[in-house]
């Protein structure tokens, strides 16, 4: 197959941006003809790999929402695709990965924990109202065959706030390398990086990964160190965003227990260093985290607003949040897995839900969902 994906940047400490880079490559060794429709991307030497540069307006984030949108539906337009995927919000695709979630239920959500003049100012934000658009018209207008939600709740969300049909919204579950991301780090890794970082082997360690800190909860993660009742834990904190002002959310006599890194490669020898792994987002898709996580051994701490919770059973393979904004219920939570015997059982438990869920199960649902779609097309050519 000829395949377009669309996807305006990729960053190191995107894990939507990752899990694509991962995707394509599975694609291209498949034998497909993958072409690349980028701003800024990283480059390939895989010779199934073709990467076409988009043009933005860098002056604002509008600006360069819309430009971006515009030059892409015009440059795939000059050539003829199989799939035309598209992981942004723009106007030509027949394929739209739903991985940033749905943009009406994330401000719904943001709303809630900020003032209500902000929320006002929010919700006129001219960006805001933009992507709205490009949102409603993505779902509402007919002319995007089918939506692959990263998790049900995704679906339900789009379900709620637009007229799509539901047939044509497909749950596809991200898919985890279960070889870079396993269990047997620890016995490699995890000496090495508690040494790095200062951690006693003793300690329980707590881990957070993910930019963005607003959007996943780390200010309640923060304040929910005042209510753990172990006295020998720290924190590691890896993503990027103000970490400055995010600190002052933790009190200041346990600020000395929280360590912060900026993303780095190598992410899976720190799951194999931590103990615990906590995401409490206020709105999440998925949270590739949680399944790397999960991959990892760790038992996972996350909330009802991620599409991880779908498939994570509380009190087996993870714990559950209902409420993201309580820091006393994510402590709640954190202080349960204080029993060793507890994460080990819940971390088995956890590596054994991972595995269902492979880059290559991923590959092959995308695959069958493209299919459809070309057979689909077929009929509607065919002469009467």
């Known amino acids: 197959m000829k395949i377009a994906i669309i996807r305006r940047k990729f960053v190191l400490y995107g894990g939507a941006e990752q899990f694509v880079q991962g995707y394509i490559q599975q694609l291209a060794e498949a034998g497909h003809d993958i072409h690349i429709f980028a701003n800024q991307w990283s480059s390939s030497d895989h010779p199934n790999i073709h990467l076409h540069h988009v043009r933005a307006f860098k002056l604002n984030a509008f600006i360069r929402t819309l430009s971006f949108a515009w030059f892409a539906a015009r440059a795939v ?19 739209y990965r739903v991985g940033d979630g ?3 239920e994330w401000l719904d959500q943001r709303k809630r924990f900020i003032p209500l003049l902000k929320g006002l100012f929010l919700s006129c934000n001219p960006f805001h109202r933009l992507i709205l658009k490009l949102e409603k018209n993505l779902f509402e207008s007919g002319h995007c065959k089918k939506f692959i939600a990263i998790s049900q709740m995704v679906k339900n969300d789009i379900l709620k706030h637009y007229n799509c049909p539901q047939e044509n919204i497909s749950v596809v579950y991200n898919g985890v390398d279960l070889t870079r991301f396993h269990p047997d780090n620890k016995n490699r890794h995890r000496q090495n990086v508690r040494k790095e970082l200062g951690v006693p082997e003793n300690s329980v360690l707590i881990l957070f990964v993910g930019s963005g800190f607003e959007r996943k909860g780390l200010k309640a993660l923060l304040r929910a160190t005042q209510y753990l009742r172990s006295e020998d834990w720290r924190m590691l904190i890896i993503g990027k965003g103000k970490w400055g002002k995010y600190l002052q959310f933790a009190p200041e006599n346990l600020r000395s227990r929280i360590i912060y890194k900026e993303p780095i490669p190598g992410i899976e020898k720190y799951y194999s260093a931590a103990d615990i792994f906590a995401l409490p987002s206020i ?32 009190g087996q393979d993870g714990l559950i ?19 060793p015997s507890l994460r080990q059982s819940m971390g088995q438990n956890g590596r054994a839900l991972a595995e269902k869920f492979s880059v290559e199960k991923n590959t ?21």
């Open 77 to 95: 337009g000059k050539e003829s695709f199989d799939i035309i995927q598209s992981h942004e919000k723009t106007w030509k695709q027949n394929v």
């Open 102 to 104: 749905c943009h009406k």
């Open 283 to 314: 709105y999440e898709p998925f949270g590739n985290a949680n399944l790397e996580a999960l991959a990892s051994g760790l038992p996972v701490i996350t909330t009802r607003h991620c599409g991880a919770a779908d498939i994570i059973q509380h």
């Open 321 to 339: 949040v209902g409420t993201p904004e309580s820091s006393q219920e994510i402590a709640e939570n954190i202080n349960i897995l204080f029993d």
């Open 364 to 384: 092959r649902e995308m695959l069958k969902t493209y299919q459809e779609i070309i057979a689909a097309q077929g009929k509607q050519n065919r002469p009467s």
